[in-house]
């Protein structure tokens, strides 16, 4: 959830005070089988359509609307709609139904007319969200509570369908307010769409609808590097997933399919991104390496490297095959029998673990295959992805990665304006019935260590501890919070008990609107990988932001 204390005026917003909204019903649909169908049909109610992951389609009174993960989707009475969303994962797709009722309706304006109003007259297409995460999480807990057989809990559930539309109307007009994140967001998927064609700082300013100068600025403010750097980037890993997954094109043939007729221009650049040739790519993606540990899976994605197996039980396992466009995962089982037979028939050349096997199973591994035995305890993310690329013969390739990710670190924390970073930052994680508190030694280092924020005196005592209580929470001067909220029922529980304790609700980051919730899936891994998903978290939450 994000709270926000800028005010946005606007006429429109008068009417709510004579507006009723009502949820009437919502759905849920997700799994990595999974596939969400909406018939064809005119629709006699408003339709609010969150989809947290996967791709699909949705026509609009025949329009066609490419839908994409994160997007948020509105659908008004007596529009004919139809929809297909696949590719999903456990986070999946939202479907509502809700009314609205217009006291003043008498005076000349509909309930539809001020709904339009209210979310820009976009009758047609996505609705803009400041945070997917944020709207993912209320849409969760709306779910979850319209669900419940106490007619108490269902009415909480109508509340939190109200702070929804509440997120929805300010994200709107703070877009239109500033105007700046759409035509950026529309480019990136522009560039995105027409990768293989040649594409100039000047056609893109165009579509922007701005001049070339403030559209390169622009774009920098917004994702850490310029328009042609995003470009090349995004060209490159197109390449890398084509001669991942097919080893018999021509590399002539794969430059011009990503937009690079020249393959000399090709193969430096390419070398310049990844760290090593196309030919070397090549032949590492040959390699079957295996991921044991969760762990591993990070460090391995910050290696160019798809595993071949990893436990069924991380969402990564899921995330990494929908992402790189692979289904040559083999999802590892819980039992250890059967999974050390499922890596006996996977044959993999290496195995990567995290130093938390026993000695038996340690054996057990390295009769299969070469077992590179991260010493977990010792160093930081960034020692463990060294030493990993070490033992897989490609530091290059670790080098040109950290090399990136400090570049983009530095890029960012300078566009943090100077008084977010020195808010007195705690990162706070609800898993189970406790309150982490996540420190150095965490996914919190990108806060602590890369953009140099600092915690509240006397905040390592916590960090020390792992937990903290909310007595103990007030004392510290909190200026700015980023929750992670666990997947489980008892840690969204906790959550909700925690909202609503008045120590919350008197915590100087909570008064402000400085408090932020980030998805907890793919994000807690102490990795490379995960750091990097992070930064780019980082710019969504606080830019522009006060």
Known sequence: MQMHNNEIKSEHFDHLDHMNFRLINVSYTSGPATEWLLRKHFIETY???????????????????????????????????????????????????????????????????????????????????????????????????????????????????????????????????????????????????????????????????????????????????????????????????????????????????????????????FKQISGIPPAAFIRNSKQKIAAVHSVSIGILLALQIIPCAAPASHPWTYYYRRKYETDKVMPLAEGETIWLEQLRLVKPDYIITAGTESDTLQSKLHSIAPVCDLPWGKGDWREHLRYVASFLDRSDIAEVWLQRYEEKAMIIKNQLADFIRKDSLVVLKVYGEELQMLGPRSIASVFYVDMQMEGPEGIETYWERGTVTMKELCVLNVERILLIVGDDETSRQTWVDVRKSEEWLELLAVQKGRMDILLSSVLLDYTAFTHELMLDEILKLWQDRP
């Open 47 to 269: 339709m609010l359509l969150f989809v947290a992951s996967g791709q699909g389609w949705l026509k609009i009174d025949g329009s066609f609307i490419e839908l994409k993960a994160g997007g948020l989707y509105v659908g008004f009475p007596g529009q004919l709609i139809e929809a297909n969303v696949h590719s999903l994962d456990e986070r999946g797709v939202y479907h509502m139904n809700f009314d609205v009722m217009y006291a003043m309706e008498q005076e000349g304006e509909t309930a539809l007319d001020i709904m339009k109003q209210l979310l820009r007259n976009e009758v047609n297409g996505e609705v803009t969200s400041s945070s997917p995460v944020a709207v993912g999480v209320i849409c969760q807990m709306i779910y979850h509570h319209t669900l419940k057989k106490d007619g108490l809990q269902r009415y909480y559930g109508q509340i939190r369908f109200q702070e929804l539309l509440y997120t929805m109307f300010y994200d709107g007009a703070y877009a239109e307010k500033t105007d700046l994140t759409s035509p950026i967001e529309h480019v990136k998927a522009y560039m995105e769409q027409n990768y293989a064609k040649r594409l100039t700082i000047e056609e893109l300013a165009i579509v922007a609808r701005m001049s070339p100068r403030h559209f390169m600025r622009l774009f920098k403010k917004r994702y850490g590097c310029s328009p042609v750097d995003y470009l090349t980037f995004y060209r490159i890993k197109q390449a890398q997933i084509l001669m991942r997954n097919d080893h018999s094109h021509r590399l002539k043939d794969v430059a011009s399919y990503v937009g690079y007729q020249d393959e000399t221009y090709f193969r430096r650049k």
